[in-house]
């Protein structure tokens, strides 16, 4: 099975940089995601790790360490439209659609 | 390219009831998920449909099922509706592409459960 954690909640400002971080313990691994899920709306892609290391997407971020078990998103230049819901997913090594998402961290950006 | 569809976008049921909550993949997608958020736990896998047929199953109980049409468009049944049934039900299309697997989400449907 797949057990993920991320923090419940965090608050960070306008301009500022945050790190949301991720944790697994996982039966296969084969990839993990970070989705964007504004309240109300349906979750969005931001990224996809399947390789150790940083991947960079314009302000935001993805680092995956797979000896570790860990991952974290890295926003910067914080934008009030960042708050959100930031969802760890982890997929899974069977070759099949099968991914399983962490409970989210809600980001809150205040000015 | 047209996103992921859901129909009918809210609804409104009581106990006991039954439901049937449609999904229409981007084109060209062939896997459809289906997941159930509630405030409390989250994102949860419900299944996953691949050419009719279904791949994996979360833990759910029997009143939930589902199907797949040849065209990959998906439905979801929920029979015996109770209170707990209340959530946003999200369905997600992919290609099944090994390499990035990622899933695009529809709007959902809210069920309300009275």
């Known amino acids: 099975g797949q057990n993920i954690d991320q923090p419940t909640e965090m608050t960070a400002t306008e301009g500022a940089i945050v790190q949301i971080n991720c944790t697994y313990q996982?039966?296969?691994?084969?990839?993990l995601f970070w989705y964007q899920q504004h309240a109300g709306e349906a979750p969005t892609f931001l990224s996809y790790?399947?390789?150790?290391g940083l991947e960079e997407k314009g302000r935001f971020s993805s680092f995956l360490s797979r000896s570790k078990g860990y991952s974290y998103l890295l926003l910067k230049e914080l934008q009030m439209k960042d708050s959100a819901s930031y969802l760890c997913a982890v997929s899974d090594a069977g070759g099949y659609q099968k991914v399983t998402f962490g409970t989210g961290t809600k980001l809150q950006v205040i000015p | 390219k047209a996103g992921v569809t859901q129909t009918p976008r809210y609804l409104i049921k009581t106990r006991g009831q039954q439901v049937t909550l449609s999904c229409s993949p981007i084109?060209?997608?062939?896997?459809v998920s289906w997941y159930q958020q509630t405030p409390g736990q989250g994102l949860q896998f419900l299944f996953e449909?691949?050419?009719?047929?279904?791949?994996n199953k979360g833990n759910f109980p029997g009143r939930f099922s589902g199907r797949q049409f040849s065209n990959s468009r998906s439905e979801m049944n929920v029979s015996t509706l109770e209170l707990g049934d209340s959530a946003l039900y999200l369905c997600a299309s992919s290609i099944e592409d090994r390499v990035t697997d990622t899933q695009y989400f529809g709007p959902g449907t809210r069920l309300t459960v009275l």
């Open positions: 790790n399947v390789l150790d």
């Open positions: 996982t039966s296969g691994f084969n990839g």
């Open positions: 449909y691949f050419s009719e047929t279904q791949r």
């Open positions: 084109s060209g997608h062939r896997s």
